[in-house]
């Protein structure tokens, strides 16, 4: 499964924007989508994840009722809103395909997912 992640840019504090992810190739096989940032200097962070059916949905607790994914499994997307941004939303967003059936509660942790976007740049400035 290939990954391309769009949307990214340069918002003010207190502003929306909505990125996107793009799959291709066997896309049928993806489980679960996420979402994870690195902020420079900082290690990847987990954001938000779905199941491609069920719609179960995680948050990190740092964006929980600011932030919401959604999976657009007929044009093979995932999404995410990103609301009330602030600063330390800073960072480098990937989307990322889990095709393993990982266990839910596992489903934080980047090391259960197999295919990875390249990144989108997400600037928010005061």
């Known amino acids: 499964v290939q990954l391309q992640a769009s949307g990214g840019g340069l918002v003010q504090v207190g502003g929306s924007l909505r990125l996107s992810c793009a799959a291709s190739g066997r896309t049928s096989s993806s489980y679960t989508w996420g979402w994870f940032r690195q902020a420079p200097g900082k290690e990847r962070e987990f954001v938000a994840a779905t199941r491609r059916s069920g719609g179960s949905t995680t948050y990190a607790g740092s964006v929980r009722g600011r932030f919401t994914i959604a999976s657009d499994n007929a044009n093979d997307s995932v999404y995410l809103r990103m609301n009330s941004l602030k600063a330390e939303d800073t960072a480098v967003y990937y989307c990322?395909?889990?095709?393993?059936?990982?266990?839910?509660?596992?489903?934080?942790?980047?090391?259960?997912?197999?295919?990875w976007g390249q990144g989108t740049l997400v600037t928010v400035s005061s």
């Open positions: 990322a395909s889990d095709r393993r059936r990982t266990a839910w509660g596992s489903m934080t942790s980047g090391r259960y997912y197999d295919d």
